[in-house]
């Protein structure tokens, strides 16, 4: 039986509705449908083929997250059960089905339980963020209580869900914003930095004395990754940045006689290796969820099938809140 997907066949190409083989578990894998699919500005940047670590050969289903109902599941999976709710980053790169789909076959290693607090939609707009932020903040730098983190774009999708996290973990969290979403960032109980107003060097000695940050975690790249260098601490800070893709200098990092560290998330899906740890983490952060420490900022705007193309135009734009799309609401 075919199952509907929503193809581009070229970059930038139109997003066509079209029916593609009915999908079947093999060895660890889940078969489930979709209820929801986030859009990301991986996602576009993967549809124009401007994103050579993360390939897409066209002609293909695209999109990474998703939140849904698992419909079978493979004898090897003890884990999940058909009706349980599931939400994960499972595919769209590297050959693999994306979430624009009426159903996909998912590793169940890349899988979570839903959280039990938030909607299909909420769910669906966070794993790649999730992912993104605690692989961070604390696979790499360690966040514990009493420090003191600076997020760059704290209203962003990956920004947004780290200051959640790092207040989860006990610290005390800065951001940088523009005015008009500072708002977001008070919401949370976080500081707002103006960047477009204040330089680093006046930022680091308003709110540490000169000393800078205890972690920096960049989520913009290029001249914020410098900044970052910037305003971490002397001896003990460490940076982190999941664009750290161009070229920089280390002397201000080495002057301060700080660390570094890179964030591929998307790695596991690429090789195969370690997907059970991103699993593990949205288990986590699930229950961070389900706690009251971590939701999704979504975009106003609902998007159904019939929208893809304008979710993906939104996000391409800027779009504030999370774009996603629901097949099932």
């Given at each position: 039986?075919?199952?509907?997907?929503?193809?581009v066949?070229?970059?930038?190409?139109?997003?066509?509705?079209?029916?593609?083989?009915?999908?079947?578990?093999?060895?660890?894998?889940?078969?489930?449908?979709?209820?929801?699919?986030?859009?990301?500005?991986?996602?576009?940047?993967?549809?124009?083929?401007?994103?050579?670590?993360?390939?897409?050969?066209?002609?293909?289903?695209?999109?990474?997250?998703?939140?849904?109902?698992?419909?079978?599941?493979?004898?090897?999976?003890?884990?999940?059960?058909?009706?349980?709710?599931?939400?994960?980053?499972?595919?769209?790169?590297?050959?693999?089905?994306?979430?624009?789909?009426?159903?996909?076959?998912?590793?169940?290693?890349?899988?979570?339980?839903?959280?039990?607090?938030?909607?299909?939609?909420?769910?669906?707009?966070?794993?790649?963020?999730?992912?993104?932020?605690?692989?961070?903040?604390?696979?790499?730098?360690?966040?514990?209580?009493?420090?003191?983190?600076?997020?760059?774009?704290?209203?962003?999708?990956?920004?947004?869900?780290?200051?959640?996290?790092?207040?989860?973990?006990?610290?005390k969290?800065?951001?940088?914003?523009?005015?008009?979403?500072?708002?977001?960032?008070?919401?949370?109980?976080?500081?707002?930095?103006?960047?477009?107003?204040?330089?680093?060097?006046?930022?680091?000695?308003?709110?540490?004395?000169?000393t800078?940050?205890?972690?920096?975690?960049?989520?913009?790249?290029?001249?914020?990754?410098?900044a970052s260098?910037?305003?971490?601490?002397?001896?003990?800070?460490?940076?982190?940045?999941?664009?750290g893709?161009?070229?920089?200098?280390?002397?201000?990092?080495?002057?301060?006689?700080?660390?570094?560290?890179?964030?591929?998330?998307?790695?596991?899906l690429?090789?195969?290796?370690n997907?059970?740890?991103?699993?593990?983490?949205?288990?986590?952060?699930?229950?961070?969820?389900?706690?009251?420490?971590?939701?999704?900022?979504?975009?106003?705007r609902?998007?159904?099938?019939?929208?893809?193309?304008?979710?993906?135009?939104?996000?391409?734009?800027?779009?504030?809140?999370?774009?996603?799309?629901?097949?099932?609401?």
């Amino acid at each position: 039986m075919a199952r509907t997907a929503w193809l581009v066949e070229e970059p930038n190409g139109a997003f066509v509705e079209s029916g593609i083989a009915s999908p079947v578990p093999k060895a660890k894998d889940v078969l489930v449908r979709i209820w929801a699919s986030g859009v990301n500005p991986l996602d576009t940047k993967i549809r124009a083929g401007k994103a050579a670590h993360a390939r897409q050969p066209l002609p293909a289903v695209l999109g990474l997250d998703m939140a849904g109902v698992v419909e079978e599941v493979s004898s090897g999976v003890t884990a999940f059960k058909p009706g349980d709710e599931v939400f994960g980053m499972v595919g769209g790169v590297g050959g693999l089905q994306g979430t624009l789909a009426e159903y996909i076959i998912a590793d169940a290693d890349l899988l979570a339980h839903k959280p039990k607090s938030l909607s299909m939609r909420q769910a669906a707009a966070l794993p790649l963020s999730i992912i993104t932020a605690w692989e961070g903040l604390v696979d790499r730098a360690k966040v514990r209580e009493g420090q003191t983190v600076l997020i760059h774009a704290g209203a962003g999708g990956v920004g947004y869900v780290a200051i959640q996290i790092a207040l989860a973990f006990g610290a005390k969290v800065f951001a940088t914003v523009s005015p008009v979403k500072k708002r977001f960032v008070e919401d949370l109980h976080a500081t707002p930095i103006n960047y477009r107003s204040s330089p680093v060097e006046e930022y680091v000695a308003a709110f540490t004395g000169g000393t800078g940050f205890d972690i920096v975690y960049d989520t913009v790249g290029g001249a914020t990754l410098d900044a970052s260098f910037a305003a971490v601490k002397r001896y003990t800070g460490h940076v982190v940045s999941c664009l750290g893709w161009g070229s920089h200098s280390l002397a201000p990092l080495s002057f301060r006689g700080a660390t570094y560290s890179g964030v591929f998330t998307l790695l596991p899906l690429h090789t195969g290796e370690n997907r059970a740890h991103h699993g593990a983490i949205l288990s986590q952060a699930a229950s961070l969820a389900d706690e009251g420490q971590l939701k999704p900022l979504l975009n106003d705007r609902r998007f159904s099938p019939a929208d893809i193309a304008d979710a993906y135009s939104q996000v391409e734009v800027g779009s504030l809140g999370k774009v996603v799309v629901e097949f099932l609401a």
